[in-house]
């Protein structure tokens, strides 16, 4: 069964500041996309980043990007320049090419000092 | 687009009551999921459905049910309520076929709590 860890369940980092939150996970596909996804303290989930497997290249999304190294399993994403805004707890997930429920780590709860 | 949509947003119940759902997906999405989000065992996947038919389950027991209906609308009910049953339902959708990202859209969630 595919399992998503993160390891850190807490970060801090300084507004304007770079932070890196780690994800690693477990599956024997070859095909599969990973995610991040930010729940705020208002609880609704959006979508950071996502990162389909075939594609070697890192995806960015303007301040975010990932570093996915496929062969470890590994999925760690990037904050550049955080702002206070980005706050929240952070989920890393999987889901299968094939099977239709996506699976979460843990979440690691992000604070950003001013 | 409106985006999915979840009621009630929150309710109380008692032990051994029943309680259903609902959750109107983003349209021209026809699979929806659900999740129970609770803070020790984070989010949990209960039930996927697509076109009317229950395509995957989660681990939970046979009091967690629901459904999907022709315009895929979902409700999920759980009956003979217990005080772990406190926690917060979240409903996605997503797009498949043409277009198709792999990524879930959540709604806001029904945040649950049982006495």
């Known amino acids: 069964a595919q399992t998503v860890t993160q390891s850190q369940p807490e970060m801090s980092v300084q507004e304007a500041e770079t932070v890196t939150l780690s994800c690693t996970y477990d599956?024997?596909?070859?095909?599969?996309?990973l995610f991040w996804y930010k729940q705020p303290p208002s609880r609704q989930m959006i979508l950071v980043i996502r990162q389909e497997a075939y594609k070697q290249q890192n995806a960015t999304e303007n301040r975010f990007s990932v570093n996915f190294q496929k062969a470890a399993k590994s999925f760690s994403l990037k904050i550049s320049d955080s702002q206070l805004g980005d706050a929240a707890m952070y989920f890393c997930?999987?889901?299968?090419?094939?099977?239709?429920?996506?699976?979460f780590g843990a979440g690691t709860r992000l604070t950003v000092k001013p | 687009k409106a985006g999915v949509t979840q009621t009630p947003r929150y309710l109380i119940k008692t032990r051994g009551q029943q309680v259903t759902l609902s959750c109107s997906p983003i349209?021209?999405?026809?699979?929806v999921s659900w999740y129970q989000q609770t803070p020790g065992q984070g989010l949990q996947f209960l039930f996927e459905?697509?076109?009317?038919?229950?395509?995957n389950k989660g681990n939970f027991p046979g009091r967690f049910s629901g459904r999907q209906f022709s315009n895929s609308r979902s409700e999920m009910n759980v009956s003979t309520l217990e005080l772990g049953d406190s926690a917060l339902y979240l409903c996605?959708?997503?797009?498949?076929?043409?277009?198709?990202?792999?990524?879930?859209?959540f709604g806001e969630g029904s945040r649950l709590t049982v006495l």
């Open positions: 599956t024997s596909e070859s095909d599969y996309y």
């Open positions: 996605a959708s997503s797009l498949e076929g043409t277009g198709e990202t792999g990524e879930l859209f």
């Open positions: 997930a999987y889901r299968s090419q094939w099977l239709r429920d996506m699976r």
């Open positions: 459905y697509f076109s009317e038919t229950q395509r």
């Open positions: 349209s021209g999405h026809r699979s």
